[in-house]
């Protein structure tokens, strides 16, 4: 079984920084992409950041020049940076890995989440 395990939430005051991580452990092969999606209640799901395996990044509009996200391919693992935070940041951020990993049916491509971690940017 192929585990997302994400570290680094918290309450921070606007205008700060915060840290996450995220690990993929498990039967994985390679990872093509990984990254960080964010949830508001009520909201869609809005991707943050994505990095794939080669080290091309993408970015949500509203993070741009603000978070920076990096990957350790050898630890099937990513960072995400976060600065200048402010209130709109305020979210749940899930974890999100694109993996060729092993399933009960095999080895395949196959999309895993993490179960999330709350970022609160509050005074």
């Known amino acids: 079984q192929v585990q997302l395990v994400e570290s680094g939430g918290g309450l921070v005051q606007p205008g700060g920084s915060l840290r996450l991580s995220c690990a993929a452990s498990?039967?994985?092969?390679?990872?093509?992409?990984m990254g960080w999606y964010r949830q508001v209640s009520g909201k869609e799901r809005e991707l943050v950041a994505r990095?794939?395996?080669?080290?091309?990044?993408k970015y949500g509009d509203s993070v741009k020049g603000r978070f920076t996200i990096s990957g350790d391919n050898a630890k099937n693992t990513v960072y995400l940076q976060m600065n200048s935070l402010n209130a709109e940041d305020t979210a749940v951020y899930y974890c999100?890995?694109?993996?060729?990993?092993?399933?009960?049916?095999?080895?395949?491509?196959?999309?895993?989440w993490g179960q999330g971690t709350q970022v609160t940017v509050s005074s």
């Open positions: 999100y890995a694109n993996l060729r990993a092993l399933s009960p049916t095999g080895w395949g491509i196959y999309d895993y």
């Open positions: 498990g039967s994985i092969f390679s990872f093509n992409y």
């Open positions: 990095i794939s395996s080669g080290g091309s990044t």
